[in-house]
């Protein structure tokens, strides 16, 4: 079946550092998704993707739905404490009602 | 608050004993999703609703497993029989239909502990 490979598994960085994550398919995605998940929570939608190329803001976050339609990054930017979190990505292929998610990527922040 | 609402929150059973869980989806959301989720990993599809119709179910879905949408709003999932290996997080997602129909909204998950 489809698998999303995301990296890094984990980040520790200073607070007000920028983040970067990514995940990878071999497989074409039509939509991509980006979700945080506390501890004990559901995942938190972040950023929604539509189509090739798009770049889309949220705050202090960015996302882009990779032009291959096989990837997508995460940037955030000036990290503060409440950033901590796992931050999954998620994709949708064509035709498909499910998400297929990535393993995610724990963000732990130094104060 | 109008989002996703699961119920319980918390669930330790015995094992081989039944459990139910329900998810109350948005309001004006028509397709819902079950999905289930172990320590590290991401959620993993376990099955789809659109209105009371179930659509589509993954092979995680066994046989003990079983999903209901009577009335196209709330939904169930019943576990029969569990097993220590379900202890999991459940989540459900809704989403309303159209184009961008599929971005879903995720409740606060049911995590379920068998002993």
């Known amino acids: 079946g489809q698998q999303l490979n995301q990296s890094p598994q984990s980040m520790f960085i200073q607070e007000g550092e920028d983040v970067s994550m990514n995940c990878t398919s071999s497989?074409?995605?039509?939509?991509w998704l980006w979700y945080k998940q506390e501890p004990g929570e559901g995942p938190v939608l972040l950023i929604a993707l539509y189509k090739a190329g798009e770049l889309t803001s949220n705050g202090r976050l960015t996302a882009q739905f990779g032009i291959t339609r096989k990837d997508s990054f995460l940037n955030i930017s000036a990290s503060i404490p409440s950033d901590v979190g796992i931050y999954f990505c998620?994709?949708?292929?064509?035709?498909?009602?499910?998400?297929?998610f990535g393993q995610g990527t724990r963000l732990t922040i130094n104060p | 608050d109008t989002g996703v609402s699961q119920d319980p929150r918390h669930k330790i059973t015995k094992r081989g004993q039944n459990v139910t869980f329900r998810c109350d989806p948005i309001s004006e959301h028509n397709r819902l999703y079950w999905y289930r989720q172990t320590l590290g990993q991401g959620p993993e599809f376990l099955t789809y609703?659109?209105?009371?119709?179930?659509?589509?179910k993954s092979r995680l879905l066994s046989d003990r497993f079983s999903a209901e949408r009577p009335k196209g709003s709330f939904s169930t999932l019943e576990i029969q029989r569990t097993e220590q290996g379900d202890s999991a997080m459940y989540l459900c997602?809704?989403?309303?239909?159209?184009?961008?129909?599929?971005?879903?909204?995720f409740g606060q998950g049911t995590r379920l502990t068998v002993v």
């Open positions: 998620a994709g949708r292929i064509q035709g498909a009602q499910k998400l297929v």
């Open positions: 997602a809704s989403s309303h239909g159209g184009n961008r129909g599929f971005v879903a909204f």
């Open positions: 497989s074409i995605f039509n939509t």
């Open positions: 609703f659109q209105n009371e119709a179930q659509l589509e």
